[in-house]
């Protein structure tokens, strides 16, 4: 028997979002790595990372930026996850946006 889909509720957003903004997160993290491995073609502009970061360090933020992406689920109230998760993927996917225009590929396999 088949029943309608019920509306999202804020919760269910929030699982969303915090996907999409994980997703695009990764996506800027195989970048990243790509600028990393490619130091004589591109830098970095993360003034965190500084302009020519290792392997490692690239892996070590992401890693860190991941883990608090995850944890501004279980920390934020529900409204303000929203805007968090929210304004995160809109970041991100402009940063990755910007990146695929400069040439800069998806690399995870070094």
């Keep these: ?4 889909c019920s509306t ?13 903004s994980t997703a695009t997160l990764i996506a800027d993290w195989g970048q990243t790595r790509y600028t990393a491995a490619n130091p004589d073609r591109y830098y970095e502009k993360n003034k965190i990372l500084g302009e020519q970061p290792s392997l490692d360090a690239v892996d ?12 501004m ?15 995160l993927a809109g970041f ?11 040439g ?3 690399n995870f396999g070094m």
């Design 1 to 4: 028997m088949l029943t309608s």
């Design 8 to 20: 999202w509720d804020r919760r269910d957003v929030n699982k969303a979002l915090w996907a999409a």
């Design 60 to 71: 070590r933020y992401f890693t860190g930026a991941v883990l608090l992406n995850t944890t």
């Design 73 to 87: 689920f279980f920390v934020l109230p529900e409204k303000w996850q929203t805007y968090w998760f929210a304004g």
């Design 92 to 102: 991100e996917l402009f940063i990755v946006g910007r990146n695929h225009t400069r």
């Design 104 to 106: 800069i590929k998806f």
